[in-house]
């Protein structure tokens, strides 16, 4: 049939609906898998060690992270004073303008304008406006229920010793290296094929290409270097562009490969699910990857604003679903168990909020 076929395209009539109803059935079946194996669980992962992938990753003097690094400040000052205050507050900033939004219930008062001009100095306007957090919010999360609804997702990996996901942590790490001796405003990114290294781009200010090159090249191997591939820069961080917080969201995650929740982390107490939520998520995909002997475990909860109990919460080893069970995933529960009162929350906005053994990891 397919060598009449050929020979003469438009007699398909005698022949045309075998396969059809092969490719229908195909399909079917493709389809039955990539719905068991949700998030590129068990049947892409046979193909996705092969896949081209990319991750980024940004240095502290970035204006976004500035924007974190303020706000998480500011949460870390207000739950000092009163550890049960509730924050959620967000920053935008640039060109000499800091703008401080949000609300805040606390025993206590800061002194937001000084915390912000030691962090980035006296020629900064700053403006602020801080409300009382909204008593319908506070009268679900005075009972011990969630701040808001909301996904969150955690993922873990035993592709490097982090848990954390190969080009993830190669663009981090090349990052870090490079700030220890550019300390300005700069990102990396990081494409790899497999295990194999294909492109790095690293851009940083203040920087000679020629001497980035040299460094870049001492500290990871690659089939080609793009250095500040628009040209050498000087001018950087809030003198070239505006920040906002909670803005990198992939890369306080894990990389643009995994599947996130959505939610921002900076400038939130743990009543923010979007926050501790992501971190419980983070410790019990960490915790079945290493009583599994896992090769990736994802983790997804699920919240409802003003109940402590989460509406979802599942998860997937290897491809198969398991139970999550033996922990509190309350807010009040998840703060006891990762000791968030404990946690200088100024030390996870850079360099992003896993792989760093915190208490989640």
């Not at 550890?83 to 939004?101: C, D, F, W």
């Not at 995994?258 to 921002?264: H, K, T, Y």
């Not at 992003?352 to 208490?359: L, P, T």
């Amino acid at each position: 049939m397919v060598e009449n076929w050929l020979k003469d395209p438009t007699a398909t009539h005698k022949w045309v609906l075998i396969p059809t109803c092969i490719i229908k059935l195909i399909l079917g079946k493709i389809g039955l898998c990539l719905v068991y194996a949700e998030n590129l669980s068990l049947f892409m992962r046979i193909f996705y060690f092969y896949m081209i992938k990319t991750a980024e990753f940004v240095s502290p003097k970035h204006p976004d992270k500035i924007c974190d690094l303020i706000a998480d400040s500011l949460l870390d000052l207000y739950l000092q004073g009163d550890k049960n205050s509730r924050v959620a507050i967000e920053v935008m900033g640039g060109h000499n303008l800091i703008i401080i939004n949000g609300e805040v219930t606390s025993k206590i008062k800061i002194d937001i304008e000084k915390i912000v001009r030691d962090i980035v100095g006296e020629d900064y306007k700053v403006i602020s406006n801080i409300v009382l957090q909204s008593p319908e919010i506070a009268h679900g999360v005075d009972a011990g229920g969630a701040g808001d609804q909301g996904i969150m997702k955690g993922y873990a990996t035993s592709e490097t010793n982090t848990f954390m996901p190969l080009e993830y942590e190669l663009a981090r790490s090349l990052c870090q290296k490079i700030f220890k001796v550019y300390p300005y405003d700069g990102k990396t990114q990081v494409t790899i094929d497999g295990d194999k290294v294909i492109t790095v781009v690293a851009s940083f200010q203040n920087t000679k290409n020629d001497k980035l090159l040299e460094l870049v090249k001492s500290i990871i191997k690659a089939d080609e270097y793009l250095i500040n591939p628009a040209g050498e820069w000087i001018q950087g961080g809030f003198d070239s562009d505006t920040g906002l917080s909670g803005r990198k969201l992939i890369v306080d995650n894990y990389g643009p490969e995994i599947n996130i929740g959505g939610g921002s982390f900076s400038g939130k107490d743990y009543t923010k699910v979007d926050r501790s939520g992501a971190y419980i998520a983070r410790k019990i995909a960490v915790d079945l990857l290493k009583k599994y002997n896992a090769k990736e475990v994802y983790t997804k909860l699920a919240y409802a604003i003003g109940k402590s109990d989460p509406v979802m919460a599942v998860s997937t080893v290897d491809g198969k679903e398991e139970s999550i069970v033996g922990y509190d995933l309350s807010p009040n529960g998840i703060r006891e168990y990762l000791k968030l009162d404990e946690v200088k929350f100024v030390d996870t906005c850079n360099w992003g909020h896993f792989g760093r053994n915190f208490n989640w990891d």
